[in-house]
């Protein structure tokens, strides 16, 4: 099957988000996606940007019976390691269901592979659930190294209540213009 | 004691690589510390930055026996949540033994939270590694989500060597100006 990557433009936004919401309902998480497509847009095709996107697209004729041509997307920024430098980083990779087996996640990945090595990045790295074995198996056998597994890293998180707190904290108050 | 929570300037940069370093021998990783004080100066302090910094400074009455006066850090970034929206990362967070106990840290933690409010951050993340339980208990006591625990997150990466590899695939080399 034929297919295009390319750069996710700001009017792909509402299939970024039909797509996002696939990839939650089949993370069994689809209860904490809060955002809109508004919000996509706004933060990824504005002037300050957050992320940068591809999107998978098909012909006409291999369309959705619901008439989508956006099959997938690869969602990703950069961060950084002080150990190495430049990271980029993979939020989401995602292929719908009825277009898998035809090398659309695959060469997303390498496309942020490239882009990664072009940017003079020295890790492409990204996170999965560990009951997602497919996955799991997919990265490992390109190459990818679990060091959640390998090295004990653990991902943590304050979320908005916990921030909230810490942001009033005397401590910081005192010291924020000092 | 009395300190300093500032926003780091370029020259602050061969201070916080040698505190970078003082963490990752802490944390058993010091030969993955490829980077050099020159590259942070570049990576943080010129037109396109990949990353911001805190550094903790004490008065000179309390300096280090070596005359250091700049005694923690707290590197940080942007990334995104594709269900959420915006994240600040904390990538690294520390302070010199000798200065731990009064409140620099969780100083650096607050400011921290109070800079992703104000950028409307919904999350503060940041990894930890598995055998470190102060740290770990001194972020739950603040109310941080271990994610790993919890929903079964693992941190995956490709290295320079797997990403070339992915990047001078077939796959994506076809669709590359598609």
Redesign the interface.
Known sequence: MN????HARSCDCEHIMRL?ME??VYEN?SE????TSK??ER?GFSNHT??KCLVAEVPEEHQTKEGHTIVGYC?Y??????????VI?M??LYVMPEFRGN?IG??M???I??I??QSE???????????NKPS?EF?KS????????K?????????????????Q?T??????N?
Chains 1, 2 share one sequence.
Do not use: P
């Open positions: 297919f295009t990557i390319r996002i990839l939650a998480m904490q996606v809060k955002i919000e996509l933060d957050f992320f969602l920024f950069y961060t950084y390691s002080t150990w190495e430098g430049c980083y939020e989401d090398g695959k060469a990945m390498c496309r592979a490239q990664g090595r990045c020295v890790r492409l790295q990204f996170s999965v659930l560990n009951w799991i990265y390109h190459g990818a190294l679990d060091l959640t597994e090295e004990g890293w653990h991902a943590m998180r304050f979320e908005v209540a916990a921030m909230e707190k810490l942001a904290m401590g910081a108050t005192e010291h924020k000092s």
